[in-house]
């Protein structure tokens, strides 16, 4: 590993059009991940803190940007739920490694709201709408069998039937109130812009890479 290292160079310097708009840049490097065919374009790590103060992070799908909200989907009685419930501020990283590009996302979490989840749920595939009622994310499993079995029994359970959002899947919007981009540079020269909330407003600056 000690000599596994590339040097960037694609990045252009970051520019923000305005700063009132924090996460425009980022809806803009999702569509480039997108359009460059990046696998898992919208990918993100969300990191929480437990009731013992100890972080822990995952991936999760980013699926979600309006205003200065971020929004992922994911089970409400998840470790990550609890812990969301518990300390509601979270940080969000999204690294595209063809792009050379990080983001990283500070904020407050908040359940989303429930129709915003109900929409989602209603344009994802029959079997992860199943595969939400079967999962009882977080929580101890005894055999693949017993999974495989309970998607069975969702799946006649609702046969021929609209799959409804089960009461304990829903989404978390995060406010950002701080926005760092990241682009690597030749010779580890990287750029960074980072956007903080004040009462005033947005400022923007940038900082040592
Ligand atoms: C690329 C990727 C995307 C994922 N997307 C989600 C997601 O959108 N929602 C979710 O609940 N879990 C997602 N997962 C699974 C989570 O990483 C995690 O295992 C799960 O949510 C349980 O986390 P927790 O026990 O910390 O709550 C994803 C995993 C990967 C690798």
Same mark, same amino acid.
């Given at each position: 590993?000690?000599?596994?290292?590339?040097?960037?160079?694609?990045?252009?310097?970051?520019?923000?059009?305005?700063?009132?708009?924090?996460?425009?840049?980022?809806?803009?490097?999702?569509?480039?991940?997108?359009?460059?065919?990046?696998?898992?374009?919208?990918?993100?790590?969300?990191?929480?803190?437990?009731?013992?103060?100890?972080?822990?992070?995952?991936?999760?799908?980013?699926?979600?940007?309006?205003?200065?909200?971020?929004?992922?989907?994911?089970?409400?009685?998840?470790?990550?739920?609890?812990?969301?419930? +518990?300390?509601?501020? =979270?940080? $969000?990283?999204?690294?595209?490694?063809?792009?050379? /590009?990080?983001? #990283?996302?500070?904020?407050?979490?908040?359940?989303?709201?429930?129709?915003?989840?109900?929409?989602?749920?209603?344009?994802?595939?029959?079997?992860?709408?199943?595969?939400?009622?079967?999962?009882?994310?977080?929580?101890?499993?005894?055999?693949?069998?017993?999974?495989?079995?309970?998607?069975?029994?969702?799946?006649?359970?609702?046969?021929?039937?609209?799959?409804?959002?089960?009461?304990?899947? +829903?989404?978390?919007? =995060?406010? $950002?109130?701080?926005?760092?981009?990241?682009?690597? /540079?030749?010779? #580890?020269?990287?750029?960074?812009?980072?956007?903080?909330?004040?009462?005033?407003?947005?400022?923007?600056?940038?900082?040592?890479?």
């Amino acid at each position: 590993m000690r000599d596994v290292r590339r040097d960037y160079g694609q990045g252009a310097p970051i520019e923000i059009d305005d700063p009132t708009k924090p996460l425009e840049l980022l809806s803009k490097w999702v569509q480039d991940a997108i359009d460059a065919g990046v696998t898992e374009p919208n990918a993100m790590n969300i990191a929480t803190v437990d009731a013992r103060g100890n972080p822990r992070n995952r991936m999760v799908l980013l699926k979600h940007i309006e205003g200065d909200d971020i929004g992922f989907f994911t089970n409400l009685e998840s470790d990550k739920s609890v812990e969301i419930q +518990g300390h509601s501020m =979270v940080s $969000a990283t999204i690294w595209w490694p063809e792009l050379e /590009r990080q983001v #990283r996302i500070e904020g407050v979490a908040t359940q989303m709201d429930r129709g915003l989840a109900e929409d989602y749920h209603s344009s994802r595939p029959r079997k992860s709408r199943l595969a939400a009622w079967a999962s009882d994310q977080s929580r101890p499993l005894g055999s693949r069998e017993e999974l495989e079995r309970r998607f069975d029994q969702y799946d006649s359970k609702f046969d021929g039937e609209d799959i409804p959002l089960p009461p304990f899947w +829903g989404g978390y919007t =995060v406010r $950002a109130d701080r926005v760092e981009y990241w682009e690597g /540079r030749p010779s #580890r020269m990287h750029e960074r812009v980072v956007l903080t909330r004040s009462e005033e407003g947005w400022n923007l600056g940038r900082l040592y890479p």
